[in-house]
């Protein structure tokens, strides 16, 4: 099998890879930094034998994501991690325009152009996994981080909809989404915001995260609390999740 992990320099994707080469499983790593995907690329085949492709490129820019595609199509990937992503925390009418456009077009057109055509290709062949990268953060408003909960948002309801499609066109294909809530990644330097709550061990998400795709489960969690958070949310009205949510970020520190 073959995967291809996106936003692999760090964080969560760098450890879903790891998860997979684990597995026997050779992977094409992609992000921006190419000297970070060199460094991933000696460690999995040091320690896993697996083959690894890098590809250096910046999904916020639209022909990029396509001519990712283009380059690995050939290999007949059989799992799609749709990891890259980053967040911009802030009042929306004092965050940053441009760096805020260039998250919408990584963590919503990115997401949706590469879901959509590997999907495609899946469904073609009647199997493939794909997992896509979410947060808690999609089943609820998001004052002060309202752009990255809402890109969130668009990635739960999206899986949550072709999942569906999926079982009824009785598809071997398996979509799921990972909504986790904060992990111990450089999530936070980069949306420039500390978190309040001790955050979730990324390796073990990872793990937990691979072993849970590969059981077919379609929305997955880090823990009970994440699972508990996410029915409460379902539970209460939109403006008390939105009054909650604007108290908990308004406690957040910024750097």
């Known amino acids: 099998m073959i995967a291809l992990v996106t936003g692999a320099s760090s964080g969560i994707g760098r450890d879903i890879a790891r998860s997979l080469a684990k597995r026997g499983i050779n992977v094409v790593i ?19 034998g697996v083959k690894v492709m890098c590809i250096s490129a910046d999904l916020s820019k639209e022909d990029n994501v396509f001519k990712l595609y283009e380059a690995v199509k050939k290999y007949n990937i059989d799992i799609l991690i749709n990891n890259a992503g980053f967040g911009v925390f802030g009042e929306f009418t004092e965050t940053n325009l441009e760096r805020e456009l260039d998250m919408i077009n990584v963590n919503i057109k990115a997401f949706h152009i590469l879901f959509k055509l590997f999907l495609r290709d899946f469904k073609k062949r009647g199997c ?11 089943f609820m408003p998001g004052p002060c981080f309202s752009s990255y909960y809402a890109s969130k948002a668009y990635i739960v309801r999206m899986t949550q909809a072709v999942a569906e499609e999926l ?3 009785k598809s071997g294909v398996h979509v799921s989404a990972l909504c986790p809530g904060p992990v111990s990644t450089e999530f936070s330097e980069t949306a420039r915001v500390k978190f309040g709550i001790k955050p979730y061990n990324s390796e073990k998400l990872a793990e937990h995260a691979v072993s849970k795709m590969f059981e077919r489960k379609h929305i997955i969690c880090d823990s009970c609390v994440t699972n508990g958070l996410i029915v409460l949310a379902k539970l209460l009205p939109d403006c008390v999740s939105a009054f909650v949510a604007r108290l908990f970020q308004s406690k957040r520190e910024r750097f």
Request: zero cysteines.
């Open 30 to 48: 992609t992000a921006r930094r190419r000297d970070r995907l060199a460094d991933l690329k000696e460690e999995l085949i040091g320690k896993y």
């Open 128 to 138: 493939g996994y794909i997992l896509n990268t979410a947060s808690v953060a999609g």
């Open 167 to 169: 079982r009824a066109a």
